[in-house]
């Protein structure tokens, strides 16, 4: 069984950076992909990066590319998300999950295994 927990959230200002982690242990057949996504009260959860754990290929949203890097530790027991000028649009719960080489990587519904989530709230 595959049990991920997320941890670095907090609340910080605009423009601050945040660096997010996932732990996350189980059958290396059920981690081929890790996904980081968010959702806002209310809002649908969304796509935020990815990585491709036995090559380390990445990918990222529009919204949030260019600000937020994913990566993975030497041990491939953690994945991190970094996360770099912060706004208040960044403002959710975040998440991540783990997939099967058959996972569409930017699709939540894809993913079979999920963390509870880390709060990050960004003030303005």
């Known amino acids: 069984q595959v049990h991920l927990v997320e941890s670095g959230g907090g609340l910080v200002q605009a423009g601050d950076s945040l660096t997010l982690s996932c732990a996350f242990s189980?059958?290396?057949?059920?981690?081929?992909?890790v996904g980081w996504f968010r959702q806002a009260p209310g809002e649908e959860r969304e796509f935020a990066a990815a990585i491709n754990r036995p090559n380390g290929s990445t990918y990222y949203s529009r919204t949030v590319r260019d600000r937020f890097t994913i990566s993975r530790d030497n041990a491939k027991d953690i994945v991190y998300l970094q996360m770099e000028n912060l706004n208040p649009g960044d403002t959710a719960v975040y998440l991540c999950?783990?997939?099967?080489?058959?996972?569409?990587?930017?699709?939540?519904?894809?993913?079979?295994?999920w963390g509870q989530g880390t709060q990050v709230t960004v003030s303005s």
């Open positions: 189980g059958p290396a057949e059920d981690i081929y992909y």
């Open positions: 999950a783990a997939g099967d080489k058959d996972t569409y990587r930017r699709s939540a519904s894809a993913y079979k295994n």
